[in-house]
């Protein structure tokens, strides 16, 4: 987009983006225990339920694999060609690069839209294969953007004084990202409700079951949580245009947002393992470390090996000229 904020915060993104294939590496693990994790892999468990088996034509492992294989290939290679576009454009100054994007951006975006629609539905859904919300993978894409959009602000608020962003980053970009955030945090609160109203209303067991795993045994603690934390308190804080300016408040409630990520993860996943009990031990909490440790370590690997700002991009040349613009009053 030709939007300052997404301008500030791209070489954050792409770096992140460079991570992709270290993410398909620790995505084995889970290929290797197929049979242990996907009722639907295992035989015995087909034979007691006819409805399960009947949709063996796509809950298989090889198929399973392949889509993988397919989801990763194709993330993998949108971000090698947005990077490698971007890279050239810091050593040859070619402003039509810019140009060139776009189009595989547009491209990237219904891309996206399909594998994160069956990603999800493969990985998440499948735990519980008599289960099924057609508006699921979009949640899952949701998401995504509050993750991104909330992980840029911290470290976009870190990095700001670091140059060449040091000078560049304004009250405006923050702004921007802040509303950014809330848009997603409002999005996240109606497609949650909406996929919770659909199954309430057809009130059709296969259905309702999800919920009722999630709402017994300490997980209805999880959902208030979620309700008060993932979407009132950042919506309400949000709405004021001080909040979004404000690095002091701005920064804190980026970082709740991340952590309601984890917990609304913990709350779609574990039940599908422990239905009405809810069980959380020490052991999760390293692993969250434990990975999370590990992308951040590839992140800032990845993130120092570019300028933190576009070399030569038409868009920086119209940001400092809006700068510029705006600084003219002051000093007047």
């Known amino acids: 987009t030709a939007g300052g904020w997404s301008f500030a915060i791209q070489r954050i993104l792409e770096a992140a983006s460079?991570?992709?294939p270290w993410m398909a590496l620790l995505f084995v693990p889970i290929l290797l225990g197929i049979g242990s994790l996907y009722p639907w892999a295992d035989p015995e468990y087909l034979a007691g339920d006819s409805y399960v088996a009947g949709k063996t034509i796509y809950l298989n492992a090889n198929f399973f694999?392949?889509?993988?294989?397919?989801?990763?290939?194709?993330?993998?290679?949108?971000?090698?060609?947005?990077?490698?576009?971007?890279?050239?454009?810091?050593?040859?100054?070619?402003?039509?690069?810019?140009?060139?994007?776009?189009p595989i951006s547009a491209a990237g975006l219904v891309i996206f839209v399909l594998t994160m629609s069956f990603a999800p539905m493969d990985w998440a859904m499948s735990l519980e294969p008599r289960w099924y919300s057609s508006i699921y993978g979009v949640l899952f894409m949701v998401g995504q953007g509050l993750t991104v959009i909330a992980f840029s602000i911290i470290l976009l608020a870190w990095l700001r004084n670091t140059e060449p962003l040091k000078g560049f980053i304004q009250t405006k970009h923050f702004h921007h990202l802040g509303s950014m955030l809330l848009g997603f945090v409002v999005?996240?609160?109606?497609?949650?409700?909406?996929?919770?109203?659909?199954?309430?209303?057809?009130?059709?067991?296969?259905?309702?079951?999800?919920?009722?795993?999630?709402?017994?045994?300490?997980?209805?603690?999880?959902?208030?949580?979620?309700?008060?934390?993932?979407?009132i308190v950042p919506f309400f804080v949000l709405l004021s245009r001080r909040s979004k300016k404000s690095l002091h408040i701005l920064v804190p409630v980026a970082a709740g947002v991340l952590v309601m990520r984890l917990v609304d993860m913990f709350w779609i996943i574990v039940p599908a393992f422990s239905p009405n009990l809810l069980r959380f031990n020490?052991?999760?909490?390293?692993?969250?470390?434990?990975?999370?440790?590990?992308?951040?370590?590839?992140?800032?690997?990845?993130?120092?090996?570019r300028p933190l700002l576009p070399l030569h991009d038409p868009r920086l040349e119209y940001e400092e000229e809006d700068h510029e613009v705006q600084e003219a009053p002051e000093h007047a």
């Open 18 to 20: 460079r991570t992709i």
């Open 65 to 102: 694999i392949a889509r993988a294989l397919v989801y990763f290939i194709a993330w993998t290679a949108l971000a090698y060609y947005l990077n490698q576009f971007s890279a050239r454009q810091d050593i040859t100054a070619e402003p039509e690069l810019s140009a060139k994007l776009q």
């Open 187 to 231: 999005l996240w609160a109606y497609i949650s409700f909406s996929q919770f109203l659909i199954i309430w209303s057809g009130n059709i067991p296969d259905e309702t079951r999800w919920y009722l795993d999630r709402s017994e045994g300490g997980y209805q603690a999880v959902s208030i949580i979620l309700i008060a934390f993932h979407f």
């Open 282 to 305: 020490l052991l999760d909490i390293a692993l969250i470390a434990a990975f999370g440790g590990l992308w951040l370590g590839l992140f800032f690997r990845e993130l120092k090996t």
